[in-house]
Nanobody, 126 residues
Framework: QVQLVESGGDSVKAGGSLRLSCAPS????????VGWFRQAPGKEREGVAA????????DYADSVKGRFTISRDSAKNLVYLQMNSLISEDTAMYYC???????????????????WGQGTQVTVSS
């Protein structure tokens, strides 16, 4: 069965950096169809970063633009989320998820994604 495993979550001070990793296995799609989401307690899930539908550019939530970067290592079959200049509002459970290449909706909409990981916790203290 398809699995996505996140790692790299930690507790950091504001202004710090973290790199999250997502390791998909038995995924029937290329890693360009993997995106990152987050959910803070009491808040709705938010799409954080993903590649565009054509896979030739990246999309980010306004709240993380300029601070977060999504990337992938095809040789290692890993997807990363580099998070810099972290702020307390970035505290959340972070998930990677995979969508079908034929999904037509927003790449930052969770409803477009079929497979989800279990999440990794990021806590930013001020």
């Amino acid at each position: 069965q398809v699995q996505l495993v996140e790692s790299g979550g930690d507790s950091v001070k504001a202004g710090g950096s973290l790199r999250l990793s997502c390791a998909p296995s038995r995924l029937p799609y290329a890693t360009v169809y993997v995106g990152w989401f987050r959910q803070a307690p009491g808040k709705e899930r938010e799409g954080v970063a993903a590649w565009s539908a054509r896979g030739d550019s990246t999309d980010y939530a306004d709240s993380v633009k300029g601070r977060f970067t999504i990337s992938r290592d095809s040789a290692k079959n890993l997807v990363y989320l580099q998070m810099n200049s972290l702020i307390s509002e970035d505290t959340a459970m972070y998930y990677c998820a995979a969508r079908s290449p034929y999904a037509l909706g927003s790449v930052l909409s969770g409803s477009e994604y079929t497979y989800w990981g279990q999440g990794t916790q990021v806590t930013v203290s001020s």
